[in-house]
């Protein structure tokens, strides 16, 4: 089992959508969790993080912790055409970061 | 301040020839990783250095790839006897000191295809 799974997607939504982004997490020790996303053909740029439980709030963009059930979210409001992107989720191991597969957004206009 | 720089941003190789890639962190920062990235996966840790002390390195560091950081400043990732099954995007990310792991940056990486 991976440390941090990730639906693929791919996710297609109209502008000015909510979107809703998933990961899971199995191993509870490490209690920071980032929200990256990736452009085509660049790295993973920080979104935000937050540590252990609850939300975080930055702009249009949420991040939500729920450790009873080790869920991660990022929620997206008014979605915009250039928020088309992969979003990754990661959680902390002891040196390094462990990351979902990714969720490849498209918004359409 | 111009980010992590990564170079070359393309490489093609033929299988079996060694490869070498470089990465400029942020100025100031004393920690320094390497990620790799295949089609459709997340970026997978190889190996993690503070200032120039190598201090963590994955199980898919396998004995062919070394990489090193001298003066703690740039890092080099040398890949020998390339095979195709390394063909990926090979990233950088560096964070600050006194800051964890959580606010890594990371560069654009390099493309490395293997033929």
């Known amino acids: 089992q991976k440390e941090v799974e990730q639906d693929p997607g791919p996710l297609s939504v109209p502008e000015g959508a909510i979107v809703s982004l998933n990961c899971t997490y199995s191993?509870?020790?490490?209690?920071?969790f980032m929200w990256y996303r990736q452009y085509s053909r660049k790295g993973p740029e920080l979104l935000m993080y937050?540590?252990?439980?609850g939300n975080k709030e930055d702009g249009r963009f949420t991040a939500q912790v729920d450790k009873s059930s080790k869920y991660i979210s990022l929620f997206i409001r008014d979605s915009q055409p250039s928020d088309s992107a992969t979003y990754l989720c990661?959680?902390?191991?002891?040196?390094?970061?462990?990351f979902g597969t990714g969720t490849r957004l498209t918004v359409i206009p | 301040d111009t980010g992590v720089s990564q170079n070359p941003r393309h490489k093609i190789t033929k299988r079996g020839q060694n490869v070498t890639f470089r990465c400029d962190p942020i100025?100031?920062?004393?920690?320094l990783y390497w990620y790799r990235q295949t089609l459709g996966q997340g970026p997978e840790f190889l190996t993690y250095?503070?200032?120039?002390?190598?201090?963590?390195k994955s199980r898919l560091l396998s004995d062919r790839f070394s990489a090193e950081r001298p003066k703690g400043s740039f890092s080099t990732l040398e890949i020998q006897r390339t095979e195709q099954g390394d063909s990926a995007m090979y990233l950088c990310?560096?964070?600050?000191?006194?800051?964890?792991?959580?606010?890594?940056?990371f560069g654009s990486g390099t493309q490395l295809s293997v033929l």
């Open positions: 990310a560096s964070s600050p000191r006194g800051d964890g792991i959580e606010k890594l940056f």
């Open positions: 191993n509870s020790a490490f209690q920071y």
């Open positions: 937050t540590y252990s439980s």
């Open positions: 990661a959680q902390t191991g002891a040196n390094n970061l462990f």
């Open positions: 100025s100031e920062h004393n920690r």
């Open positions: 250095f503070q200032n120039e002390a190598q201090l963590e």
